[in-house]
């Protein structure tokens, strides 16, 4: 077997395996978000979302972007062997991670009044919210977790916790739900961040170290450097989360709790529905990009190879989730969400843009491109997004922002690719264009044929024969690269 063909079955194999733990974890996200709807319903579903997003905010200013950052320097020192040197990180980045979990749940306590003020336009929530700074320090504390586990490479325990950590918060949240309705919504966020920390710590306690000794002061100058790289992460990150919150806010405003829910409705079920590709490019990809950063060869060959490798997996399930949305809607939510059916379409469609363009945004990060991570990946795609978001929602309602979605990724996507083409000499390849032009063109034929024919028989038929040729054009591409047909021979075994 060459070089070439030994990376796309490695690049397979990682995305196959991560992506089918997740496809558990999905099918696990997809039963509570069922059983959420018929308890709570879209309205229920849009307080947790801007409770979330208020907590999301709030970490990744306050977590500075460590999480990132000492996934960088946790897999370099884990590659080296050097055990005392991962022991003294883990240390350092562990200390840092406690004063932020600390410093993001007073934020939440001290601002509470402000932001539901801000997020709900009244001060009913102050004392949901500040509880829910428990829910924050949490989260936080299991960023240690996570990243310790994804820089020394441990993806099997990584797969267990993701497991198990959604296994267990299912069932212990939803009774609350089921007896509580709204109000359980604040007690089931904090027991689910308590189960997903629990399962994460146990498996991350077992990595190997020794025991060193470093002092608070040393702590404070050995993280400065992880901090800084983080920083700029931060920055980047928080912008987003601003946005996001703002946008929230935004809709909450003009149609109410029960739009941001029906909204969010929408983006996890496409979200939900390609997140195991996302989750592991996240987990896989990024320390792969690590490790051969300072080689603009060998990145270019890497991003093309990750880029089609998601494209030609995800092409095929976005076709059939266009034609699928309505049926989707009514299995996984109820039939009071089918009012989200164009914009979740929409949102399919640019789904396919989001993931040729996430393998792309790693680039900067893995070269440690602060000013570049920043500007692009920060300010100007959540700037864009943002201002998309706005614009749909005002002039065409919930629709509006499926289309912004659209929108917004292909304004990113061209503005991520000029800019990174320029400044890392990086391409994309002939084999890459070919491909993903075809496969896009197919995915917005089927949505052409749905928005302009609807939901008819003729429409379905036309929609799953462009599915079928998307489908076939993608086993026989993933055969060629890794041998899709001996990999799959041995599951017949």
Known sequence: MDDSKASDKQIFKATSFLGGVQVIAVILGFIRSKMIAQFIGPEGMGIAAIYLSIINMVITVTSMGLGFSAVRDVSQASESGDVKKLSEIILVFSRWILVSSIAGALVMVIFSGQFSAFNFNDN????????????????TQNLSNVSILQGTRRFKDLAKGTIAGSASGL???????????????????????????????????KQ????????????????????????????????????????????????????????????????????????????EYYPRLIAIHKDNDKVRKVVNKQSLMVLLIAAPLLCVLII??????????????????????????????????????YVSFAKGDKKFFFFVEGLACNLILLTFNVLGYTFWGLEGLGISF???????????????????????DKYFLKFGLFQFALCLGVFLIIKFLGDSVLSYALGFILCAISGIISLRELDKMVGLKSILSKFKR
């Open 324 to 361: 699928l949305v309505p049926l989707a809607i009514r299995i996984l939510y109820t039939k009071e969400f089918l009012y989200i059916i164009d914009c979740t379409r929409w949102i399919a469609l640019g789904m396919f843009l989001k993931v040729v363009s996430f393998a792309l945004g």
């Open 208 to 283: 190997k170290v020794v025991k060193v000794k470093i002092s608070y002061k040393e702590s404070y100058y050995k993280g400065i450097d992880m901090a800084k790289i983080g920083f700029v992460s931060m920055l980047g990150s928080a912008i987003g989360a601003i946005c996001i919150l703002v946008m929230n806010a935004y809709i909450q405003r003009r149609g109410g709790e029960i739009d941001v829910g029906y909204y969010q409705a929408g983006m996890a079920l496409t979200t939900q529905y390609v997140g195991l590709l996302f989750a592991a490019m996240g987990t």
């Open 124 to 139: 009913l929530h102050i004392w949901p919210i500040i509880a829910l700074s428990s829910v924050l320090f949490l989260n």
């Open 171 to 205: 069932l212990l949240t939803l009774p609350l739900y089921y007896f509580f309705r709204t109000d359980g919504i604040v007690p089931a966020l904090i027991l689910a961040a308590l189960c997903t920390w629990a399962v994460n710590f146990y498996f991350a306690k």
């Open 406 to 428: 659209l929108a917004g990724y292909t304004s990113y996507l061209l503005l991520l690719y000029v800019v990174t083409s320029r400044r890392y000499d990086f391409r994309y």
